[in-house]
């Protein structure tokens, strides 16, 4: 679901459907690794970033020129920082703050009463059929 609160809307979709339907398999989670250029993988340092020890490692995406610097948590393995570089010079900068590794509430993705689904899934069927002849 994507949840618009300002105009009590919510988008229903499946990525694995609309990939399905655009004639691709949907990317799963650990196929962003196989993007890096292995060669180009390098670790700089240990730093903590916001009292949280990070591994800082830098790299080159294997489908472009830019080039990327990650802060990746010790413990868990995710990034608090990514830092890119994009071939025209444009840095773009993500940083990931108040992360909470566990369970999370069933309730939390509850959408309150009231709210319009609309089903994308369903739509997306209906873009990928032939027009009807006349």
Do not use: H
Not at 1 to 29: H, V
Request: net charge positive; aromatic share 8%; proline share 8%.
């Amino acid at each position: 679901f994507q949840y618009m609160p300002d105009r009590n809307t919510a988008m229903k979709f499946s990525l694995k459907a609309m990939g399905e339907k655009a004639g691709e398999k949907p990317e799963e989670p650990g196929n962003y690794a196989d993007r890096i250029n292995k060669d180009t993988f390098k670790f700089v340092e240990s730093v903590a970033v916001d009292g949280i020890r990070c591994k800082v490692v830098t790299y080159t995406p294997s489908d472009s020129k830019s080039q990327v610097k990650m802060w990746v948590r010790e413990d868990y393995g995710l990034p608090l920082k990514v830092e890119m570089i994009a071939e025209d010079g444009q840095k773009i900068v993500s940083e990931y703050k108040n992360l909470k590794v566990g369970p999370v509430p069933a309730e939390l993705f509850q959408l309150p009463a009231g709210v319009k689904i609309q089903d994308m899934s369903e739509m997306m069927k209906n873009m990928s059929r032939p027009p009807a002849k006349p």
